[in-house]
């Protein structure tokens, strides 16, 4: 386990190293031309949803914008580098429980449908993301005491709705790359 997180964190390390050249000295305003996730915007994340069958899910996270880039010179992209931290437990009938924990580290990238629809007006402050990257997951099960820590390949995949210029609503989803450790989640995304 310890081994596992030691690597989680240097692939983390040599991905933020990889991008730095990239990235400006201060984060700038939204423009036309630019995601609403620009580079050097840190945002924090807090969540609360559903995992795998009637569970909960709670969870927490925070992302930095690394560098842009524009795909055929018309539709801008911004990466980041993003962590995750989330509990989630859930029931069959009351006797049977599974609860995991997992950390992840990812690296992400938004698009916002203002460059790609400007003349649809209600989707103006909504931006889409994605990320990949790895995690480790404890996982314990009540009746069998069976428990396990795992390195996996990790996804997520959501949306922010930005109702103010620091304070968006969030729906995200994502995956661990083992078994069925999904979750979908709703929340709040804030800007630093």
Do not use: C
């Amino acid at each position: 386990m310890k081994r596992s997180f030691i690597v989680l964190l240097a692939l983390l390390a040599a991905a933020s190293l990889a991008f730095a050249a990239d990235k400006p000295a201060t984060g700038a305003p939204a423009t036309s031309d630019q995601t609403l996730f620009v580079p050097g915007n840190l945002t924090v994340q807090a969540d609360l949803g559903s995992g795998f069958f009637f569970g909960i899910d709670i969870s927490g996270g925070a992302e930095y914008g690394l560098g842009s880039f524009k795909i055929a010179e018309k539709i801008p992209l911004t990466y980041g580098a993003a962590a995750r931290v989330g509990f989630g437990s859930w029931s069959l009938y009351g006797s049977y429980t599974e609860t995991d924990f997992a950390v992840e580290g990812l690296g992400t990238l938004h698009v916002s449908w203002k460059d790609i629809l400007p003349e649809l007006q209600w989707l103006q402050k909504v931006e889409s993301y994605a990320g990949l990257g790895l995690g480790v997951n404890f996982h314990g099960e009540t009746d069998t005491h069976y428990n396990s820590v795992k390195l996996a390949f990790a996804t997520i995949e959501g949306n922010n709705w930005y109702i103010t210029p620091k304070l968006a609503l969030n729906l995200e989803e994502g995956y661990f790359g083992y078994g069925y450790s999904s979750y979908a989640r709703f929340g709040v995304t804030y800007k630093l």
